[in-house]
């Protein structure tokens, strides 16, 4: 049984470009989180999706950010116009039901913007 | 919204001697706090977790206690061994959220 998935793990990006990351839940999973951890940071929360639906969206910034989960396929993070200051690990991780016990996290991709 | 506060950040050990580290938190609603491991290059995984409803947890070498008035609570790691050095780091949460607050991490690294 395959873990929560993530990819690219690694991305480099100029200023100015688009990233985009993807996250494949747990089997059987349809609630899917975005953290990102920022150098020396612990994890902050940015978005909560449930399948086709964002729930929460309130830590992730206004401006340039946005989430999908669509019916059939991972759980998009896409960060438009990229800036130095999005250089950062983004980890989504998965659930079967709503909850934050027991969360299991994906390894993360690693932007770095140039 | 929740503010958590982790020491030290950084923990060195011989092997074999005890870690500790502590957390406090601000929301006094906060009834849940798990503890997670994160290696080099992975993400974050679950080693203990606890609720408010009781004082201390204990799983083998690692144990969590809470202080519900003193809103802080410490992960113990008793005889240390090189493959539990990595970065640990706190949460806090009301239990059935969905979000977590964390701490910034404490590295640990276990001397042979």
């Known amino acids: 049984n395959a873990g929560v998935m993530q990819n690219p793990r690694h991305l480099v990006r100029r200023r100015g470009q688009e990233a985009r990351l993807r996250c494949s839940p747990m089997k059987g999973h349809s609630h899917v989180y975005w953290y990102r951890q920022l150098p020396e940071e612990g994890l902050k929360f940015m978005v909560y999706?449930?399948?086709?639906?964002?729930?929460?969206e309130s830590g992730m910034p206004k401006e340039r950010f946005s989430a999908e989960f669509p019916k059939e396929g991972p759980s998009i993070l896409r960060i438009q116009q990229v800036v130095r200051g999005d250089s950062a690990a983004y980890f989504c991780?998965?659930?079967?039901?709503?909850?934050?016990?027991?969360?299991?996290f994906g390894s993360g991709t690693q932007l770095s913007v140039l | 919204g929740e503010n958590v506060e982790q020491h030290p950040s950084t923990l060195s050990v011989q092997e074999g001697d005890s870690a500790v580290i502590k957390c406090t938190y601000s929301d006094s609603a906060s009834n849940y706090f798990p503890w997670y491991k994160q290696e080099l290059g992975k993400g974050p995984q679950l080693i203990i977790d606890?609720?408010?409803?009781?004082g201390e947890k204990k799983d083998q070498r690692i144990a969590v206690t809470l202080n519900k008035t003193a809103k802080h609570f410490s992960l113990h790691i008793t005889e240390t061994q090189p493959e539990d050095s990595a970065v640990y780091f706190c949460?806090?949460?009301?239990?059935?959220?969905?979000?977590?607050?964390f701490g910034a991490g404490t590295t640990v690294t276990v001397r042979a």
């Open positions: 949460a806090a949460s009301i239990f059935g959220d969905y979000k977590l607050s």
């Open positions: 999706l449930q399948k086709e639906n964002i729930i929460d």
């Open positions: 606890i609720r408010s409803n009781v």
């Open positions: 991780a998965s659930s079967r039901t709503v909850t934050n016990e027991k969360l299991f």
